[in-house]
């Protein structure tokens, strides 16, 4: 079992360019989640997603940024028009199901750096 | 409410003692409890769990309580050694199961 695989490991982009960060869950886990974390702060929750279904994106920004989860590949975190402020630790994390009692596995997280 | 209170925000240690770190939340579903450990630059593990239905769990020098009925629970590291100085989280699952809910985390610091 590889873990939750997560690519690139470290991006950067321009100021107005586009990032694109991949999330493939563990086996057997269908459910999927994105963490942003600045330096040095705590792990802030973005999006829960189903295989072809957002399930909860109550943390996300509501413009530039979007998820998505298909039925065939990894998840996607999409930012559009990068800034500044989005230079972060961005994880995602998996579990094999919906419940409030399941464990969640972190992958190793894309570092974006935004110059 | 899906809020999780962390205290002490640092905390550095003597080599061989104890460190305690307390968490609150607030959402009364909650039922599973999971403390990660982050070393710098790397992703965050889960070191130890618990759930609802005990209100203690040990492993090895990590132990975790859990006080359901005040809505807090602790991490406890016997015997501390230089490799456990790292960044702590607490997490609970909220919003009905749709998020694992973090604590701002504590910097453990164990010097020699």
């Known amino acids: ?115 | 409410g899906e809020n999780v209170e962390q205290h002490p925000s640092t905390l550095s240690v003597q080599e061989g003692d104890s460190a305690v770190i307390k968490c609150t939340y607030s959402d009364s579903a909650s039922n599973y409890f999971p403390w990660y450990k982050q070393e710098l630059g790397k992703r965050p593990q889960l070191i130890i769990d618990i759930r609802s239905n005990v209100g203690e769990k040990k492993d090895q020098r990590i132990a975790v309580t859990l006080n359901k009925t005040a809505k807090h629970f602790s991490l406890h590291i016997t015997e501390t050694q230089p490799e456990d100085s790292a960044v702590y989280f607490c997490a609970a699952w909220t919003g009905g199961g749709n998020k694992l809910t973090f604590g701002t985390g504590t910097q453990l610091k164990v010097e020699l």
């Open chain 1, 1 to 115: 079992n590889a873990g939750v695989m997560q690519n690139p490991r470290h991006l950067v982009r321009r100021r107005g360019q586009e990032a694109r960060l991949r999330c493939s869950p563990m086996k057997g886990h269908s459910h999927v989640y994105w963490y942003r974390q600045l330096p040095e702060e705590g792990l802030k929750f973005m999006v829960y997603l189903q295989k072809e279904n957002i399930i909860d994106e109550s943390g996300m920004p509501k413009e530039r940024f979007s998820a998505e989860f298909p039925k065939e590949g990894p998840s996607i975190l999409r930012i559009q028009q990068v800034v500044r402020g989005d230079s972060a630790a961005y994880f995602c994390a998996s579990s094999p199901k919906s419940s409030m009692n399941t464990e969640a596995f972190f992958g190793q997280g894309t570092r974006l750096t935004v110059v």
